[in-house]
């Protein structure tokens, strides 16, 4: 059974740093792309990056209002992928799902998604 | 980036009805569509792939069709389960999800 399990969520101040964890299990990790979706109180979801297997290469992408601030990595030999967010704002505040594609139906650059974690929330507020 | 615009936004139905939720996307993405179905305080469940494709355990009575700009789905006999919130998503140029459809009791 695919299971993703988000940790690291919380409150920090705007300018902050937090870092969240995704560890996975019941699949060949190394082999998954992987993503982190959003989804602010209320609202609807955003997709925020991607990073693809090292054999495909291990690239990352991500969503214009992250780029530059979030990093998203991978521990292989640890099933566990990571969401390093600085410079956090207000409009930042949103759970955070961990989610990955079975790759069966994917482009070049993204997939479908298959499994979803339970989301962990990231509140950012002074 | 491709944006992907939903309409509408919300409605309401009654179990039994056929409704019909479109997609729309700013510029071609082929059938790098998928839609998912989401529930209060749940996370989000795949439905449709590759446009039409319905993944598996989902029920025969959602079905998705489309490609190039426009996307429907459609639900042909509406359960009591299925009022929900749902999303489309387009892969084919990283991604961008929908605005959200709240599908209510009428």
């Known amino acids: 059974e695919v299971q993703l399990v988000e940790s690291g969520g919380g409150l920090v101040k705007p300018g902050g740093s937090l870092r969240l964890s995704c560890a996975a299990s019941?699949?060949?990790?190394?082999?998954?792309?992987m993503s982190w979706v959003r989804q602010a109180p209320g609202k609807g979801l955003e997709w925020v990056g991607r990073?693809?297997?090292?054999?495909?290469?291990?690239?990352?992408d991500y969503a214009a209002p992250v780029k530059g601030r979030f990093t998203i990595s991978r521990d292989d030999s640890k099933n566990t992928l990571y969401l390093q967010m600085n410079s956090l704002k207000t409009e930042d505040t949103a759970v955070y799902y961990c989610?990955?594609?079975?790759?069966?139906?994917?482009?070049?650059?993204?997939?479908?998604?298959?499994?979803w974690g339970q989301g962990t929330l990231v509140t950012v507020s002074s | 980036a491709i944006r992907m615009t939903q309409s509408p936004s919300s409605f309401s139905a009654s179990t039994g009805d056929r409704v019909t939720i479109t997609c729309r996307a700013s510029q071609g993405i082929s059938s790098y569509l998928a839609w998912y179905q989401q529930k209060p305080g749940k996370a989000p469940k795949l439905l449709i792939y590759a446009a039409s494709t319905l993944q598996s355990g989902v029920p025969s009575r959602f079905s998705g069709s489309g490609s190039g700009t426009d996307f429907t789905l459609t639900i042909s006999c509406l359960q009591s389960e299925d009022f929900a919130t749902y999303y489309c998503q387009q892969y084919y140029s990283y991604s961008t999800f929908g605005q959200g459809t709240k599908l209510e009791i009428k």
């Open positions: 019941g699949f060949t990790f190394s082999n998954a792309w």
């Open positions: 990073i693809k297997s090292k054999t495909d290469g291990g690239t990352t």
């Open positions: 989610t990955t594609s079975r790759g069966s139906d994917c482009s070049s650059t993204s997939c479908s998604v298959d499994y």
